[in-house]
């Protein structure tokens, strides 16, 4: 290791040290250490008790009391990153022991855990050198440069990789330097100064390049040498070294050869850089097992390595091996990574590779199915004489890339209407030859059933086994009659309830198989989605469930299920006809209570699917006819929740079904055809969207979901302006958990190609929403926090305008994306809350403040003012937060009961409505106060003036 003078650090040792000192307050630490223990043992606990507890502020402060003492802190900071592992070697408490530092606790003094924790801050601070908020970007930049030099020099100090994003974001775009740097590694040395640090023109140290080039030793890459070789990439991709230096370089150091360039389509060479492209080729034909291996070029480094080749040559050295080992039936590890075929040479023409192809038998050939490659597929059903089966293929092929256990819908699911017709023309030899060479076991049972192929031993083996896939394909076998789908629903409802009897894992799995099996029955059976289904199937059995809703006696208590919103469930009279609050003691392992529980528990489940179904109906504007209405009607669960919602007849009558007709604010209209549920975007059109949400209001409505009191959202100047790209919501950080979840539960697909996190909504008319990402990685959770970018609509495909997105589209798109925002966004932004979030809210205490307290009330944009006994308030529609007038901020903790008092227009999803209503309601009386937390803030401040002030938290 070459030894540099490090006088400057050492000279500044103790500007580092005192800044520690000062950041972390480490006297303070050893003070609230408990004694008595010896001063070493002390120590060594002030140092660990710091070990996960170095945050973003300690930093800051390290930095700022750096720069109080010493101007020149970039400086300090790059060498104190290169030689931490030096700093602390200058104390006796630290040791080198084959290649690794150690400490020795035994030695700790206040020095040696300044040193410690100073090396620990260093190291912190490049682990969070992508929050470029955090750090000064030159020194670590200047830092990543070093560390290259280093390495490619054979220097292995304790360097610390940065994280891949600041590499993408700061170092790699900074193209003079590190065209310098790279030129200097391809040309053998590298200049130094004194200190160690890497200088650009020539110096008093010069150091050879000695790039290990060690496969046994390098099969791992780590991060360094991953990135000198995306150097040498960029070094050919920018053109800055002559052709010839750059072939020289990858044939004396075949490990830092930039393999990844042969994912490059060969238009993109520069003709002067086509012998390079030749000798990398070379290079991987020669040595396949190690080059592959050292190919992943993802940041952080995949367990899993993917190989991209824009050429079908290492289709034929596969090929050439299968042909030299006849007895092998599958594609060698060396060779298969070598098989993600991306694009052809300008000479690999379809015709060209599958007269190729036909050159090799059949089994060769068939062997290659196993790379499940888009663009050598087809090529290969060409060669083996299966080209009629194109469409087919294609279909599986889409199929298997988008479908997996964990994608929704998950694997197993089919859309039965578009492959049935694929399936009936194949013929009997085809149908065995995909059986054996191209579908999985899986895949061909569910294809064999949609045509009733072992209908028989799929039946027995999902009833008698409970055999997941069977489970699955039950629900794709042919219907003859709607008995036959009714009998097949209630065989799969049977399966899941059967599924209690195992334990959460298996029980969960033969769920999902059921929950598969179910809407793969309502696809074969022509509805829409699961909840039609369940629609139509359930409310079919109306009739039958109509005795659980009249009182029966169970012993000595009356029961029956009562529909009131959330507040369902079964009702519970004793003999004196006292309503209970719970179920009785003496009737609880009772057989009738047990079946009354078991129907109650089935309602349970369907509510929310129904509601599911009702709020799709609304955003497809679908229409249902009178006999669907009527037999929803005819089901009790379905009944209670048509008539809290408001419908559109086809002759434009609007209103709340009631005994075939609606009824609204201005009177009753008998029905006219069929039904859709009313949007309120056509209310805030027409101007009767306040009229509508004071009705609902005085007929003390409950809707199940947000209609009336939806938050309604439309296109803003900037972004008719835009025309077809939103800002809207750009520039947020979210947390990819949290909107991965949100996505799937609001039906946004993802795509499904690294580097692509764009996630799409379909709407009718084929018209989609699109919202972005700024993404670099592999999949979306790939890392915790993502950031924003902009939102687009199209319609097969084409870029819409803003003004030609159906408003109802518009609003539920930006709606959802609200939502995922206020929930998904991360750094401390709690109360986000959209204008329209607020408008929602603004407009229901408007409705409710006659019932509220009147006068007492004042509305004004953001903020309801209140006027109470003991002061007057503001609380802020955003937040929830309260301040005592003129400006006192009030910490309450909502009272639930207060809620008790006033119901609500809908159901609660969001719980800041009923918070703000509930401190609404306890400040109007609040001479009525007990709790003296909230009455000592109240006192502390006159009215009019203020006294005190008393923060607190709110929560």
Same mark, same amino acid.
């Given at each position: ?13 103790? %500007?580092?040290?005192?800044?520690? $000192? ?61 030689? $931490? ?15 690794? *530092? ?26 969070? /050198? ?78 050879? %390049? ?40 990858? *044939?004396?150091?075949?490990? !830092? ?11 993109? &060479? ?34 899993? @390595? ?30 298969? #990574? ?88 194949? /013929? ?17 049972? !569910? ?60 029980? +969960? ?83 009738? &209570? ?5 129907? &109650? ?22 229409? @249902? ?11 009790? @669960? ?23 007709? *609606? ?38 409505? #409950? ?61 009718? =008319? ?31 495909? $084409? ?51 006659? $019932?509220?307290? +009147? ?10 003012? @209140? ?79 203020? %006294? =005190? ?7």
């Amino acid at each position: 290791m070459s030894k540099f003078s490090l006088d400057f650090l050492f000279t500044h040792q103790a %500007v580092l040290l005192n800044a520690t $000192a000062q950041a972390l307050d480490i006297d303070a630490a050893l003070a609230r250490v408990k004694l008595p223990q010896s001063e070493f043992r002390q120590w060594a606990d002030v140092c660990e008790s710091y070990l996960d507890g170095i945050m973003d502020e300690h930093f800051s402060l390290w930095q700022a009391a750096m720069r109080a003492q010493c101007g020149e802190s970039d400086r300090l900071l790059t060498l104190a990153a290169l030689n $931490a592992d030096a700093l602390m070697l200058q104390h006796r408490a630290f040791q080198m022991e084959n290649g690794y *530092l150690k400490s020795n606790e035994t030695l700790y003094d206040r020095e040696a855990v300044l040193l410690q924790l100073t090396a620990w801050l260093i190291r912190y601070a490049l682990s969070k /050198s992508e929050e470029l908020d955090l750090l000064e970007a030159k020194w670590c930049r200047d830092y990543a440069r070093h560390t290259l030099a280093y390495v490619a020099c054979g220097i292995r100090r304790g360097l610390i990789p940065l994280g891949a994003a600041f590499w993408e974001e700061n170092v790699w775009p900074e193209y003079a330097q590190l065209a310098v740097l790279t030129q200097k590694i391809v040309a053998g040395q590298l200049h130094f100064n004194e200190e160690g640090l890497w200088q650009e023109q020539a110096s008093s140290r010069v150091l050879p %390049v000695e790039l290990k080039d060690d496969f046994d030793c390098l099969s791992y890459m780590p991060p360094m040498l991953r990135r000198i070789r995306c150097c040498i990439a960029h070094a050919a991709r920018e053109q800055w070294q002559a052709c010839d230096d750059l072939q020289r370089f990858c *044939l004396n150091y075949p490990a !830092f050869a930039p393999m990844e360039l042969l994912a490059q389509p060969f238009a993109d &060479w520069a003709s002067a850089y086509l012998p390079l492209r030749e000798a990398l080729f070379a290079l991987l034909q020669s040595k396949p097992n190690n080059l592959v291996v050292m190919f992943d070029f993802s940041e952080p480094q995949d367990e899993e @390595l993917y190989f991209k080749l824009a050429s079908a040559r290492a289709l034929f050295w596969a090929a050439d091996d299968l042909l030299a080992n006849p007895e092998q039936n599958y594609l060698s590890s060396k060779l298969s #990574q070598c098989l993600h075929t991306t694009a052809f040479d300008p000479d690999e023409t379809a015709d060209v590779l599958v007269t190729r192809l036909q050159k090799y038998s059949p089994k060769i050939v068939q062997i290659f199915l196993q790379s499940r490659n888009a663009l050598i597929e087809p090529l290969l059903f060409k060669a083996l004489g299966k080209a009629q089966l194109e469409p087919l293929r294609h279909w599986c092929f889409s199929y298997l890339a988008t479908h997996d256990a964990d994608s929704e819908p998950a694997f197993g699911t089919i859309d039965i209407h578009t492959v049935r017709p694929l399936l009936s023309e194949l /013929s009997l030899d085809d149908w065995a030859w995909l059986k054996e060479h191209y579908w999985s076991a899986d895949l061909a049972k !569910f294809l064999g059933a949609i045509v009733g192929e072992g209908a028989a031993a799929l039946e027995k083996s999902a009833i008698n086994k409970h055999a997941h896939v069977p489970m699955m394909a039950l629900g794709l076998l042919p219907l003859k009659n709607e008995d036959e789908c009714q009998a097949r629903y209630i065989q799969l409802k049977d399966l899941y309830q059967l599924a209690n009897q195992y334990g959460a894992q298996q029980q +969960g799995n033969q769920r999902a198989a059921v929950q598969s099996g179910l809407i793969n029955l309502a696809n074969n059976a022509g509805f829409n989605s699961l909840g039609e289904l369940e629609w139509q199937m359930e409310a079919s059995q109306g009739e039958a469930l109509q005795p659980w809703f009249v009182a029966q006696k169970i012993g000595d208590y009356s029961v029956w299920i009562e529909l009131n919103g959330s507040d369902s469930g079964p009702v519970f009279l004793n003999s004196k006809g006292k309503r209970l609050a719970s179920v009785p003691a003496g009737i609880k392992k009772d057989p009738a &209570w047990l079946e009354f529980k078991d129907v &109650w528990e089935m309602l349970k489940a369907q509510r929310p699917r129904f509601i599911q179904v009702l709020e799709a109906y609304l955003l497809e504007q679908r229409w @249902l006819s009178a006999a669907q209405i009527e037999l929803g009607i005819g089901h009790p @669960l379905l009944c209670a929740l048509i008539k809290q919602l408001v419908w559109v007849d086809e002759a434009g009558h609007c209103g709340v079904y009631r005994a075939g007709g *609606l009824a609204g604010p201005t009177g009753a209209e008998i029905i006219e055809g069929g039904l859709r549920l009313a949007h309120p975007i056509e209310w805030l059109a027409n101007g009767s969207l306040a009229q509508w949400q004071e009705w609902a209001v005085l007929i003390k409505m #409950q809707q199940p979901f947000k209609q009336i009191f939806r938050e309604l959202y439309v296109p803003t100047p900037a972004e008719i302006e835009a025309v077809t790209e939103s800002q809207r919501y750009a520039g947020r950080w979210v947390s990819t958990r949290i909107a991965q979840g949100i996505f799937k539960s609001r039906n946004w697909r993802p795509s499904r190609w690294a580097e692509e996190a764009v996630h799409t909504k379909r709407f009718a =008319g084929d018209i989609s929403a699109h919202f972005d990402f700024d993404f670099k990685y592999h999949y979306f959770t790939e890392v915790d926090t993502l950031q924003t970018s902009v939102v687009t609509f199209t319609q097969n495909g $084409a870029h819409l305008a803003f003004t030609a997105v159906s408003p109802l589209i518009f609003s539920e798109a930006m709606r959802d994306l609200d939502l995922l925002i206020a929930r998904a966004m991360s750094g401390g932004n709690e109360h986000y809350c959209s204008g329209e979030t607020v408008a929602a809210r603004r407009a229901l205490i408007q409705v409710l403040q006659p $019932a509220l307290g +009147g006068e007492r009330i004042r509305i004004e944009d953001r903020q309801v003012y @209140l006027q109470g006994h003991l002061n007057n308030y503001r609380i802020n529609l955003a937040s929830a937060h309260i301040h005592i007038e003129p400006g006192a901020y009030l910490c309450i903790i909502p009272a639930g009961q207060s809620l008790a008092k006033l119901q609500l227009p809908f159901e609660e999803s969001d719980h800041r409505p009923s918070e703000i209503i509930s401190k609404i309601v306890l400040l109007l009386a609040d001479d009525k106060i007990k709790d003296e937390s909230i009455l000592q803030q109240i006192k502390g401040v006159e009215r009019g003036g203020l %006294v =005190g002030n008393n923060p607190g938290v709110n929560r």
